[in-house]
């Protein structure tokens, strides 16, 4: 085989495995489900006056989107799942409250709060606190012209 020949098989073999590999990272998105074992992440939509929230949620270096998607009327919470969330691993979790609900309108505030998962440790099946949940929570609140994450665990 000439080296043009083989070059040019070389350069098909690389882009083929850069094309598989892409298409694997594109079909992790927000509607994909998560791991098992893996920590959760709730969002809380406390800002009130029928103003919802969109939320995304980052790698630590701010690179990836992990999960993103509208949290609509004040008290409602979501479970975000498909970043596979592992616990010690460090996010960004992105708020930005909307004047409208369904998450339309202009950006009203915009806020970001990092997150740690701390694992729950053993778990005892129907015992105290079988039924308390152990991800981490993280509610969006007003402040005057401004808003803010709390941590609630």
């Avoid at 098989?9 to 850069?18: D, E, G, P, V, Y």
């Avoid at 990272?25 to 489900?33: N, V």
């Avoid at 005892?124 to 509610?139: K, L, Q, R």
Wanted: hydrophobic letters at 30%; a positive charge; glycine letters at 12%.
């Amino acid at each position: 085989m000439s080296h043009s020949r083989r070059t040019r098989l070389r350069m098909t073999l690389s882009f083929a495995a850069a094309a598989i590999s892409a298409s694997s990272l594109a079909t992790t998105d927000a509607r994909a489900q998560g791991v098992k074992g893996a920590a959760a992440v709730v969002t809380t939509n406390s800002y009130g006056q029928g103003k919802s929230i969109w939320v995304t949620i980052y790698d630590l270096g701010k690179t990836q989107h992990l999960d993103w998607g509208c949290v609509d009327t004040t008290n409602n919470s979501r479970s975000w799942q498909s970043g596979t969330y592992l616990y010690g691993s460090f996010y960004y979790v992105r708020g930005e409250v909307k004047a409208g609900p369904s998450c339309g309108g202009p950006t009203i505030c915009d806020t970001t709060v990092q997150i740690n998962p701390q694992s729950p440790g053993p778990v005892v099946p129907f015992g105290i606190g079988y039924n308390y949940y152990h991800g981490t929570e993280v509610t969006l609140w007003p402040n005057g012209k401004n808003c803010y994450w709390r941590h609630d665990n």
